[in-house]
């Protein structure tokens, strides 16, 4: 378990900076006028009814070459680095749509790269190859409503040995895209007696058509319950049963796994935010000048935005900054050089993201409330960004115990 996935699946090569700026340009133009049209009326819903149009667009995203651009040519993708992706990742978070459309939406980039890295032949045939072609959606089964998230070797869902398979009990939630995905991923205790918690689970494989598989239901989130690509599902394994070849990597290795999963995934998420938080500020500047408070007297004027807006520019400049800067590293060294680096970027910009979501939803007043534009919908969807991949508090405090240690008498 000592491969870096950053290195396992990015070049640590960038492009040279005219062939990423054209690049650059290629994406911001095709999220600009093919999905910035259509994105507010999409996430209004129902979301499947928009299917046979985001299809076309994702055919449309191949034929332009801006599929899977996490991915090696060999696999159909472009063959970026982790730095050069993470900036087609903030353009494409601009949109809701953005990394839908281009194949390299969560969780299924991070179980393209999980399977890529530890995945058997068979998984890989199977599992991977149409995921990565944009065929299937996946999903990944981890947090437990009986458990907290924040402690994650607490798992309460098993995955027994009898004979050449494993039977599955468990409950999760929060298994995000689980309505219409083909396969999930589901982290389960394999080894209870191990002498590490970190080595007591596994992950597996288990196909959605499963007998022992059910989907209780898509989780309303602030009132909103989603469905398809864009819902949060719990879900429950009774005794579902599955061949031991859908085992990925070795028993116990669950939580390695997982860990070379989060790193790049961390980067991910972080670009995607600056690239909601640019288009928010966008949508703050444009209503500040054309809202009159009265004739001539636009909210431009007011100090209180005027300072939102400055706060907001340094802040997302200083996100950016911090995340390449990481990602950059993280390509170079691995993960687990620039651990602490990752927690802080995680709760560094996931707080800005909500600072200029908010900023943005006061300046747009009534209307920022409201439906009628993508602010309420960021803000119902985003604000998990302070929970979900570790929250805030739990980041904060692994990064301050990793700087005191070296202020502790030796």
Sequence with gaps: MEVSQSKAMHPTQNLPSSELSKLLDSYREFVETELYP??????QGPFRSYLPQLNELREKAKNLGLFAPHLDKESGGLDLSLSDFARVSEILGTSPLGHYVCNCQAPDIGNMELLELFGSGWQKETFLH???????????AMTEPANAGSNPVVLSTTATREGDSY????????????????????????????????QRASMILVPLDNPGFSL???????????????????????????????????????????????????????????GICERVFDMMCRRAVSRELLPGKPLAEKQSVQNWIAESRAEINA??????????????????????????????????????????????????????????FWYRHERGARIYDGPDEVHKASLAKSILKKYRPQ
């Excluded at 259509?38 to 996430?43: E, F, G, P, R, S």
């Excluded at 309505?179 to 999930?184: I, L, V």
């Excluded at 990925?248 to 961390?266: D, N, S, T, V, W």
């Design 38 to 43: 259509i994105d507010l009326k999409v996430v």
């Design 130 to 140: 149409p995921l990565q072609k944009g065929k299937i959606r996946s999903c990944f």
């Design 167 to 198: 039977v599955i009990n468990g409950h999760k939630w929060f298994t995000t895209a689980a309505d219409g995905a083909t396969f999930t991923i589901v982290m389960a205790v394999t080894n209870p007696e191990a002498e590490s918690p970190y």
């Design 216 to 274: 209780i239901r898509n989780i309303p989130i602030m009132g909103e319950e989603g469905e398809d690509y864009l819902s949060h599902a719990e879900v429950k394994f009774e005794n579902c049963r599955v061949s031991t070849d859908h085992l990925i990597g070795k028993e116990g290795q669950g939580f390695a796994l997982a860990q070379e999963r989060l790193g790049p995934g961390r980067i991910h998420h972080c670009m995607r935010w600056i």
């Design 319 to 376: 996100s950016r900054l911090m995340v390449l800067n990481v990602a950059s590293r993280m390509q170079d060294l691995g993960s687990k050089a620039v651990k602490e680096e990752i927690s802080t970027i995680k709760f560094y910009v996931a707080d800005v993201l909500m600072k200029v979501i908010d900023r943005a939803i006061q300046v747009h007043g009534a209307l920022g409330v409201t439906d009628d534009t993508l602010l309420s």
